[in-house]
T-cell receptor, first 116, second 115 residues
Framework: DSGVTQTPKHLITATGQRVTLRCSPR?????VYWYQQSLDQGLQFLIQ???????AKGNILERFSAQQFPDLHSELNLSSLELGDSALYFC???????????????FGEGSRLTVL | QQQVKQSPQSLIVQKGGISIINCAYE??????FPWYQQFPGKGPALLIAIRPDVSEKKEGRFTISFNKSAKQFSLHIMDSQPGDSATYFC??????????????FGSGTQLTVLP
């Protein structure tokens, strides 16, 4: 158990809809990262927050947004969903803001999104 | 743009054999190279990592070999066991958009160790 909690584990929705994925980082971790994992593209970095502030952006679509709240949990909002958004969405956390000083990220078990 | 290229995509090895997964990178500013292991239904977890000033790191049956001049690194799993069957991701840490270093992952290798 990594200590990172993600909900929901599974989500099925229709095209054009909006969903919110939630992540609670490990106790004491200030950074939260969101990754998208699809079969053909591996793990793609979406966005990072550190202590409530956006720290870095990766390949995140404009239809997607995220935030980190004062209690350090984070939410990833996906809107105007398309079939191609079907994927596993992982949240990870680390103590520091540089992918961890040791490069170690602690991943949750992911939220599997299916867009029909 | 993929900055870390990983091969092979899948690998089947007999129990007791050696599993070798290779990665290559282009960005010489990468400063840390971890390998993550992912079992079905789970998130990736750090397996072993190396810094570019070291040519080899060994932890139990797992070894990273690092060739800075060739910009390549590889994971060797000695005496592979069925319990090692998982997906393995190499990664490299460097700056992307923003002020923080990020991990860029390879595309993953699905390892199957036959009993």
């Amino acid at each position: 158990d990594s200590g990172v909690t993600q909900t929901p584990k599974h989500l099925i929705t229709a095209t054009g809809q909006r969903v919110t994925l939630r992540c609670s980082p490990r106790s004491g971790d200030l950074s939260v990262y969101w990754y998208q994992q699809s079969l053909d593209q591996g793990l793609q970095f979406l966005i990072q927050y550190y202590n409530g502030e956006e720290r870095a952006k990766g390949n995140i679509l404009e239809r997607f947004s995220a935030q980190q709240f004062p209690d350090l949990h984070s939410e990833l909002n996906l809107s105007s969903l398309e079939l191609g958004d079907s994927a596993l969405y992982f949240c990870a956390s680390s103590v520091g803001g540089a992918a961890g000083n040791t490069g170690e990220l602690f991943f949750g078990e992911g939220s599997r999104l299916t867009v029909l | 743009q993929q900055q870390v290229k990983q091969s092979p995509q899948s690998l089947i090895v007999q129990k007791g054999g050696i599993s070798i997964i290779n990665c290559a990178y282009e960005n010489t500013a990468f400063d840390y190279f971890p390998w993550y292991q992912q079992f079905p239904g789970k998130g990736p977890a750090l397996l072993i990592a190396i810094r570019p000033d070291v040519s080899e790191k060994k932890e139990g049956r797992f070894t990273i070999s690092f060739n800075k001049s060739a910009k390549q690194f590889s994971l060797h799993i000695m005496d592979s066991q069925p319990g090692d069957s998982a997906t393995y991701f190499c990664a490299a840490r460097g700056y992307s958009s923003g002020s923080a270093r990020q991990l860029t992952f390879g595309s993953g290798t699905q390892l199957t160790v036959l009993p």
